[in-house]
């Protein structure tokens, strides 16, 4: 509950009068505030949630999960929350899985409300005789952790123990640094978001090859550290790639560590490949060198000018001497040694007013140095919304496609249907082309209408009307088989829709034209 100056600039100060108090430079909320709250850790892979909760903020934690952990969450989510409590998620994440208790309260600020009836606690990931991983630490010490013996298990249990991938995910989500762990074959079996981020890896990534994904960096220094590593020899290398995402250069430290995973000899069979983006500490270094550069710089001109005044000084005070000396005879002299006294002072003063200016050029660089690391924030953010946007338009994009693919198949289907069952019918796409190879699709250029329309615009009337969605009969006169007379027959044209109601093409019945009634005398 300790905050700095800047950090609290927005507060109001009634509730900073209120609620805090000052500590140095800092603000501290008070105790009786700090008494009414309850700090834990929590982890929503094995841990029971608490009841009846009003709200859960749980911002860009969701995305980083499997899509059975991202499940589980919602579910204790679910239970959790009390009728009507609110979840409030990150931009790139949803409630879909669990669509039947929450909806949505602000969809923009991706806020949900929980209704409903109460959910059950789902099981835990792994059995209770399984050794879970600490909740704290790195991966190191969580793949150095003895395999249970065999036999040790409950009979039952033995095929249904968590692989390595389940017991270190819950501390690759809490790495700050990127982590892969490859086999002899490079292939990928665990990789968290930070590594994802790093090589620039998207997509499904387990069990593929990681040296071709990541090609952000070059693949020779990259396959050489496995290598070496599955030999026995851990190495750590430092690469200059170039930050597609951005622009600019990037400077990333990769250390490859070899592990024993299964049982057997002693040689490693898989690879830790641990990554750090050094980039923001090789510019920072970079700004002190040239500023270091340029602080011993000034010290060396000042260093001169100061073994400058030091001489001049020497030199006056010899002659200060010799001027007392003949002080009686030399007044003239006298007044000499007083106008380069003056002159000493004079250069005194230059010195302090360069210091002065000195200090404020400092200054001007410190404040210069805040405005881009705050430009630098807010590219960062900027950078994470236009993620978010892109995910949710792959997603639309995704959805439109399934839908014309079923729209396409259940066209198919209907035409397979009906050329089972007669010839005398013709199948239309949106586009007005049939689609069938019936004896009516095949005389569809060769009617003529019998009302004295021209043969072209009678049957594209036909079909623009039936595909703009109006039921048509129309009669036409159509050639008959192996060049006999031609016959007149009545066309139905109905339209076919979708799911949705829309026209998604049509369907045309041929039958023999009914005879005409004589008119009465």
């Given at each position: 509950?300790?905050?700095?100056?800047?950090?609290?600039?927005?507060?109001?100060?009634?509730?900073?009068e209120r609620?805090?108090?000052?500590?140095?430079?800092?603000?501290?909320?008070?105790?009786n505030?700090?008494?009414?709250t309850?700090f834990?850790?929590h982890?929503?892979?094995q841990?029971?949630?608490?009841?009846?909760?009003?709200?859960?903020?749980?911002r860009?934690?969701?995305?980083y999960?499997?899509?059975?952990?991202?499940k589980?969450?919602?579910?204790?989510?679910?239970f959790?929350?009390?009728e009507?409590?609110l979840?409030?998620?990150?931009?790139?994440?949803?409630?879909?899985q669990?669509?039947?208790?929450?909806?949505?309260?602000?969809?923009?600020?991706?806020?949900?409300?929980?209704?409903?009836?109460r959910?059950?606690?789902?099981?835990?990931?792994?059995?209770?005789?399984v050794?879970?991983?600490?909740?704290?630490?790195?991966?190191?010490?969580a793949?150095?952790?003895?395999?249970?013996?065999?036999?040790?298990?409950?009979?039952?249990?033995?095929d249904?123990?968590?692989?390595?991938?389940?017991?270190?995910?819950?501390i690759?989500?809490?790495?700050?640094?990127?982590?892969?762990?490859v086999?002899?074959g490079?292939d990928?079996?665990?990789?968290?978001g930070?590594?994802?981020?790093?090589?620039?890896?998207?997509g499904?990534?387990?069990?593929?090859?990681?040296?071709?994904?990541?090609?952000?960096?070059?693949?020779?220094p990259?396959?050489?550290?496995?290598d070496?590593?599955?030999?026995?020899?851990n190495?750590s290398?430092?690469?200059?790639?170039?930050?597609?995402?951005?622009?600019?250069?990037?400077?990333?430290?990769?250390t490859?560590?070899?592990?024993?995973?299964?049982?057997?000899s002693?040689?490693?069979?898989?690879?830790?490949?641990?990554?750090?983006?050094?980039t923001?500490?090789?510019a920072?270094?970079?700004?002190?060198?040239?500023?270091?550069?340029?602080?011993?710089?000034?010290?060396?001109?000042?260093?001169?000018?100061?073994d400058?005044?030091?001489?001049t000084?020497?030199?006056?005070?010899?002659?200060?001497?010799?001027?007392?000396?003949?002080?009686?005879?030399?007044?003239?002299?006298?007044?000499?040694?007083l106008?380069?006294?003056?002159?000493?002072?004079?250069?005194?003063?230059?010195v302090?007013?360069?210091n002065?200016?000195?200090?404020?050029?400092?200054?001007?660089?410190?404040t210069?140095?805040?405005?881009?690391?705050?430009?630098?924030?807010?590219?960062?953010?900027?950078?994470?919304?236009l993620?978010?946007?892109?995910?949710?338009?792959?997603?639309?994009?995704s959805?439109?496609?399934h839908q014309?693919?079923?729209?396409?198949?259940?066209?198919?289907?209907?035409?397979?249907g009906?050329?089972?069952?007669?010839?005398?019918?013709?199948?239309?796409?949106?586009s007005g082309?049939?689609?069938t190879?019936?004896?009516?699709a095949s005389?569809?250029?060769?009617?003529?209408?019998?009302?004295?329309?021209?043969?072209?615009?009678?049957?594209?009337?036909l079909?623009?009307?039936?595909?703009?969605?109006?039921?048509?009969?129309g009669?036409?006169?159509?050639?008959?088989?192996?060049?006999?007379?031609?016959?007149?027959?009545?066309?139905?044209?109905?339209?076919i829709r979708?799911g949705d109601?829309?026209?998604?093409?049509a369907?045309?019945?041929?039958?023999?034209?009914?005879?005409?009634?004589?008119?009465?005398?």
């Amino acid at each position: 509950g300790l905050y700095s100056r800047s950090a609290v600039a927005s507060v109001p100060p009634e509730l900073l009068e209120r609620y805090f108090q000052r500590v140095g430079d800092d603000y501290e909320i008070r105790k009786n505030i700090r008494a009414l709250t309850v700090f834990g850790q929590h982890d929503l892979a094995q841990r029971a949630p608490f009841p009846r909760i009003d709200l859960a903020v749980t911002r860009n934690v969701l995305i980083y999960f499997t899509p059975e952990l991202q499940k589980r969450a919602l579910h204790l989510f679910a239970f959790s929350l009390r009728e009507g409590g609110l979840l409030v998620l990150g931009k790139a994440e949803s409630v879909s899985q669990l669509q039947d208790h929450f909806t949505p309260e602000e969809p923009r600020l991706k806020v949900y409300r929980r209704h409903g009836e109460r959910v059950l606690i789902p099981p835990t990931r792994s059995a209770p005789w399984v050794r879970q991983p600490p909740m704290a630490g790195d991966l190191r010490s969580a793949l150095r952790m003895p395999a249970p013996v065999i036999g040790t298990e409950p009979r039952g249990l033995r095929d249904n123990r968590p692989t390595i991938a389940e017991k270190s995910e819950q501390i690759l989500l809490r790495l700050p640094m990127g982590v892969v762990l490859v086999d002899r074959g490079y292939d990928i079996h665990l990789i968290n978001g930070a590594a994802r981020r790093a090589f620039e890896i998207h997509g499904t990534a387990v069990d593929r090859d990681f040296v071709h994904l990541a090609s952000v960096v070059p693949s020779q220094p990259l396959r050489s550290g496995i290598d070496r590593a599955l030999e026995g020899d851990n190495s750590s290398i430092e690469l200059h790639t170039e930050d597609t995402s951005g622009g600019g250069m990037r400077t990333l430290r990769l250390t490859f560590e070899g592990h024993r995973i299964g049982g057997g000899s002693a040689v490693p069979d898989s690879v830790l490949v641990i990554v750090e983006d050094l980039t923001d500490v090789t510019a920072r270094m970079s700004l002190l060198e040239d500023r270091g550069t340029a602080a011993a710089s000034e010290l060396s001109a000042l260093t001169r000018r100061a073994d400058l005044l030091a001489r001049t000084n020497e030199e006056l005070l010899s002659a200060n001497h010799e001027l007392t000396l003949a002080n009686a005879e030399l007044r003239s002299a006298n007044e000499e040694l007083l106008v380069g006294s003056e002159e000493v002072q004079a250069a005194t003063e230059e010195v302090e007013t360069l210091n002065e200016e000195l200090q404020a050029t400092n200054e001007e660089l410190e404040t210069l140095n805040e405005e881009l690391q705050a430009t630098v924030e807010e590219l960062n953010t900027t950078n994470d919304d236009l993620e978010a946007r892109s995910a949710e338009l792959e997603g639309v994009a995704s959805m439109m496609r399934h839908q014309q693919d079923e729209r396409d198949d259940a066209l198919r289907n209907i035409a397979d249907g009906l050329l089972a069952s007669r010839d005398g019918i013709a199948v239309l796409d949106r586009s007005g082309e049939p689609i069938t190879e019936t004896e009516l699709a095949s005389l569809l250029g060769a009617m003529r209408p019998l009302d004295g329309e021209p043969t072209i615009a009678a049957r594209r009337g036909l079909q623009a009307r039936v595909l703009h969605g109006e039921r048509v009969v129309g009669r036409y006169e159509v050639p008959g088989k192996d060049g006999t007379k031609a016959r007149p027959v009545e066309i139905v044209g109905e339209p076919i829709r979708d799911g949705d109601g829309e026209v998604m093409g049509a369907l045309l019945t041929m039958r023999p034209a009914p005879r005409t009634r004589a008119k009465p005398q």
